[in-house]
């Protein structure tokens, strides 16, 4: 009863977090691309949001899918393909393809339940530090492919845990599928495989052959993909500085336990940041002090992300570290941490999430600026409003145009879009290349800008949140 209790808790939650935070640039990418558009033949001219509904709502082949990532994306196809047949059976909007990641969160978090279990671990402190996560809590709501992702990669960690312990090859076999469909759903699952197998090697070295017989078949799958998809989005990363790059993972590990705690602090921020530190550091120390029987696979799983991303930054020259990233090792430091934390560090630590999560849910500092913007422009009702196109058209004007009222009126900047004379609201979004090279020539740093027309020296533009 007691985890009816907790996934009860879990799933208004999770359904809250989706519900209250606006639609994001990359969840863009994947509502088009189920939808057959994925690049949107938004109108050359100004348009309404009610004019387009219809992009958003489409239904796409999996061949279709699959050509159009291959052709400009960095994804494998199965959570597109999972996404496709939820909305076509559930609906088209954006809050349902939330729900779809929201199943796949929940599952997950059952599976982590039973092998908590299995492993002797605390199962409540476990499943509430992963829980409480800002990083587990936002990859396990957004649309896109971490959370069927995780939930495939926990069933593998459990099934090969199971095969390990009772000695059946046809568990490591389904535990090695799994692993290979959590490469399938998101690349960078397979550094949680390779850490699980390694594992495995050292622990029951004649089931690993029924393990790579489940995982490999997979493999040329996903090569097929990522070799097509190689050269897309170049620019997304900084360059790779080792310095920088241990920084970054440190900061963004915090953040993904913790979130932006200490931009909610204000002035404070230093000292909610020192103790933060001090919960963390104090944490890996009762882990020591305390390890449990299975604390080496569990470390071994929480540092395989943040040493896989350190490697392929030094591989391919850049630095892909984000929070989002990062929540594949969460999962793994619930268990490591939960047998170790002293009741009153885990209560801290657990009070502190909870902090996290609510500004998940409700601080704007932890949202994408697309809907405020769209809400900002919507106080002028009848003026133009004045909307970059980005990149490619997808990330900035979707989240938008979906926010928007179906009557505003709006015009997508592309570099050759020329205005027409009269006032207008020029929404400030500069969240791409191309979008922070517009935004950045009106010299705003407000949600809009109000621009009046030319002609009328007594009217200043004015730049307004």
């Avoid at 959570?79 to 599952?107: D, E, M």
């Avoid at 995982?215 to 097509?228: V, Y």
């Avoid at 630590?349 to 704007?364: D, F, R």
Wanted: aromatic share 10%; glycine share 10%; hydrophobic share 55%.
């Amino acid at each position: 009863m007691k985890l009816v209790g907790f996934f009860a808790f879990a799933a208004l939650l999770l359904v809250a977090i989706a519900s209250l935070r606006a639609p994001e640039y990359d969840e863009a990418y994947s509502i088009f691309l189920t939808a057959g558009h994925a690049r949107p033949a938004w109108p050359q001219g100004v348009f309404t949001p009610g004019s387009v509904r219809g992009l958003f709502a489409g239904h796409a082949g999996f061949a279709r899918i699959a050509h159009d990532l291959r052709a400009g994306d960095v994804h494998p196809p199965l959570y597109f393909w999972a996404l496709k047949l939820w909305r076509q059976a559930v609906g088209p909007s954006w809050f349902a393809a939330r729900l779809l990641s929201v199943l796949f969160t929940l599952g997950g978090l059952g599976l982590l339940a039973r092998l908590a279990a299995a492993a002797a671990v605390p199962v409540y402190p476990a499943l509430f530090l992963v829980l409480l996560s800002y990083g587990f809590a936002y990859t396990g709501i957004v649309a896109r492919g971490f959370a069927l992702a995780q939930l495939c990669n926990i069933a593998g960690v459990l099934l090969i845990f199971l095969a390990a312990s009772n000695r059946r090859g046809r568990w490591a076999l389904a535990g090695g599928a799994a692993f290979g469909a959590a490469c399938f759903s998101n690349y960078l699952a397979l550094f949680t495989a390779c850490a699980a197998l390694l594992w495995l090697l050292f622990t029951r070295p004649r089931l690993v052959p029924a393990a790579l017989a489940g995982f490999l078949p997979w493999l040329p799958l996903c090569g097929w993909f990522f070799l097509a998809q190689r050269q897309s989005r170049l620019g997304q990363f900084a360059a790779f500085s080792p310095i920088r790059a241990l920084a970054l993972l440190a900061k963004d590990s915090g953040g993904a336990i913790f979130g932006g705690l200490p931009l909610y602090a204000g002035r404070l921020a230093l000292p909610v940041t020192l103790v933060l530190g001090i919960l963390l550091l104090a944490g890996v120390a009762f882990v020591w002090r305390r390890r449990h029987a299975q604390a080496r696979l569990f470390a071994l799983l929480s540092l395989a992300t943040p040493c896989g991303l350190f490697a392929l930054g030094v591989i391919f020259g850049n630095t892909p570290i984000e929070i989002r990233y990062l929540a594949f090792s969460l999962p793994w430091l619930g268990l490591l941490l939960a047998p170790a934390l002293p009741r009153a560090l885990l209560a801290a630590m657990l009070a502190g999430q909870t902090a996290a999560i609510a500004g998940l849910a409700l601080a704007p500092a932890t949202m994408q600026p697309q809907a405020a913007a769209a809400r900002a422009a919507a106080a002028y009702p009848g003026r133009l409003v004045l909307v970059p196109f980005g990149n490619d058209g997808v990330g900035i004007p979707g989240p938008f145009i979906a926010s928007a009222p179906d009557n505003m009126r709006i015009l997508l900047l592309r570099p050759a879009t020329v205005p027409p004379p009269g006032p207008a609201v020029m929404a400030m979004l500069g969240i791409d290349h191309e979008s922070r090279l517009v935004v950045a020539r009106m010299g705003c740093a407000g949600a809009v800008l109000l621009l009046q027309p030319r002609g009328q020296p007594d009217q200043q533009h004015e730049c307004r949140q």
